[in-house]
T-cell receptor, first 112, second 113 residues
Framework: GESVGLHLPTLSVQEGDNSIINCAYSNSASDYFIWYKQESGKGPQFIIDIRSNMDKRQGQRVTVLLNKTVKHLSLQIAATQPGDSAVYFC???????????FGAGTTVTVRA | KAGVTQTPRYLIKTRGQQVTLSCSPI?????VSWYQQTPGQGLQFLFE???????NKGNFPGRFSGRQFSNSRSEMNVSTLELGDSALYLC????????????FGSGTQLSVL
């Protein structure tokens, strides 16, 4: 899940700027992390994932960074667009139960 | 390829009633997971089914149950509904159990009055 200290429940971004969404996870043994985007009235949609043997992974306009030392995960969105307005969730998976555990979510609002 | 389909989309029930929600996974996907989403608690794992067997279970009371059929379709049932059961119930499928990337349906919005 996400710790209160690092997690911002809302983020307002100017269109065209880069967005950074942070997530602090709780299980130091987690070996898989994933980001989802949830738009209003829809289920979560996969964005990007990363395994614990990596510290960075890039997709189309998105980059996920993993810092295992401080148990921190971030999602960077380049050139944020109005369609990026949504709630973003990070999730982790690891022992003992290996079920995907979700953070509280960050609501991103893109200003025109 | 069709996505994960959940029915019904909306449901209104009263306290004490029971409800059954349905989920059809993506064709070829054999694992189905269920999550409860509420504004206060976020996404909470209910259970996972694979090959008609429950593989994993979250911390929910026994009123919450599920099953999976031979065609991988799944149902979840909530008996003796309480006001606090009002939530969006999300179903997600994956190719196999243990495959982390889940594909979610749009959910069933349950309101308990």
């Amino acid at each position: 899940g996400e710790s209160v200290g690092l997690h911002l429940p809302t983020l307002s971004v100017q269109e065209g700027d880069n967005s950074i969404i942070n997530c602090a996870y709780s299980n130091s043994a987690s070996d898989y992390f994933i980001w989802y985007k949830q738009e209003s009235g829809k289920g979560p949609q996969f964005i990007i994932d990363i395994r614990s043997n990596m510290d960075k992974r890039q997709g189309q306009r998105v980059t996920v960074l993993l810092n295992k030392t401080v148990k921190h995960l971030s999602l960077q969105i380049a050139a944020t667009q109005p369609g990026d307005s949504a709630v973003y969730f990070c999730a982790e998976k690891g022992p003992p139960d290996y079920k995907l555990s979700f953070g509280a979510g960050t609501t991103v609002t893109v200003r025109a | 390829k069709a996505g994960v389909t959940q029915t019904p989309r909306y449901l209104i029930k009263t306290r004490g009633q029971q409800v059954t929600l349905s989920c059809s996974p993506i064709s070829g996907h054999r694992s189905v997971s269920w999550y409860q989403q509420t504004p206060g608690q976020g996404l909470q794992f209910l259970f996972e089914y694979f090959s008609e067997t429950q593989r994993n279970k979250g911390n929910f009371p026994g009123r919450f149950s599920g099953r999976q059929f031979s065609n991988s379709r799944s149902e979840m049932n909530v008996s003796t509904l309480e006001l606090g059961d009002s939530a969006l119930y999300l179903c997600a499928s994956s190719l196999n159990s243990g495959v982390e990337k889940l594909f979610f349906g749009s959910g069933t919005q349950l309101s308990v009055l």
